[in-house]
């Protein structure tokens, strides 16, 4: 019961603690992406590649903007990174889909990527194509110092309020964060059927 107790008051935390402002500049540079007709893509490994699927739909459905999860094409996913190395499997896909400045990547990650330790190089490569295009880049990440932090547009940081979770606690934010974009007045086009 005590961890329980313990982990929800956690996630209560996390939640008075997320930085209000640099949400509603995702709200907004949401706004101007689909205003111009630019398309979004969402970018993750392991749980954040989950996560970024369900976020695909509920751009689409409930955003209306048109949005991609490179990893829900396994076969494409896998043939880059078989073919032509881990670290260039989205980086790759964002290139066949000729992305553009009116475009936006955002990055779903519990670290953000970091080159030196060669954690989620990909994430890395993806966000350096971009900006590269200048094209919008956003990221929810659960740990500072990452690629993502440093060289996103955006980038909203899951505040850690203790160590040992930083993974459930920032995937989990993930899903609140998103479900926020997706439901606010200045981005919602459909109802949920609930």
Not at 174 to 193: C, D, I, M, Y
């Amino acid at each position: 019961m005590n961890f329980s107790i313990k982990y929800l008051q956690d996630v209560s935390k996390i939640a008075l603690l997320l930085d209000i402002a640099v949400i509603e500049n995702f709200v907004e540079q949401l706004a101007i992406l689909k205003k111009n007709g630019g398309r979004l893509f969402v970018l993750g490994v392991g749980g954040s590649a989950a996560n970024s699927s369900h976020a695909v739909n509920d751009f689409r459905k409930l955003a209306g903007i048109e949005a991609y999860a490179p990893t829900d094409n396994v076969a494409e996913f896998s043939a880059r990174a078989n073919d032509e190395g881990w670290e260039t499997t989205f980086e790759g896909y964002l290139k066949a889909s000729n992305l553009t400045k009116i475009d936006g990547i955002l990055i779903l990650s519990v670290g953000g990527g970091n080159l030196q330790k060669e954690v989620s190089v990909n994430l890395c490569r993806a966000i350096d194509y971009a900006n590269e295009l200048e094209a919008t880049t956003m990221a929810i990440v659960g740990k500072q110092q990452g690629h993502a932090q440093e060289k996103a547009n955006l980038c909203l940081i899951i505040p850690e309020v203790d160590p040992n979770f930083v993974t459930p606690y920032s995937e989990s934010f993930q899903a609140v964060v998103w479900h926020l974009l997706v439901s606010h007045p200045k981005l919602r086009q459909n109802q949920t059927k609930w």
